[in-house]
């Protein structure tokens, strides 16, 4: 079984704070060190327990309410298609 980590929406999945003076394209970028948000592995993290988002639940759109995406890692994953089962 192989397990796709869902990329970083911080840094894109680099691991890496990436910083533009003048921002848009430009080619002059500085490395500000690791992203605060997934700790510098470029993996989503899910935010009940921190662990690498592994798959992600998607909440239809509904009554005006536009579609939403929650990352969960693995276990929680399970957790949730188990009780979806129920």
């Keep these: ?3 796709r980590f869902i990329p ?3 840094c894109g ?3 890496r704070h990436l910083w533009s003076r003048y921002g848009g394209n430009d080619p002059d970028v500085f490395d500000r060190g690791p992203c605060e948000a997934c700790h510098g592995d470029g993996s989503e993290r899910w935010a009940e327990c921190q662990e690498p988002a592994t798959d992600a639940w998607i909440e239809p759109a509904s009554h005006g309410m536009p ?20």
């Design 8 to 10: 970083c929406r911080e």
């Design 67 to 86: 579609e939403r995406v929650y990352p969960l890692c693995a276990e929680h994953m399970t957790v949730y298609v188990q009780a979806a089962a129920e």
């Design 1 to 3: 079984m192989t397990i």
């Design 13 to 15: 999945g680099s691991g």
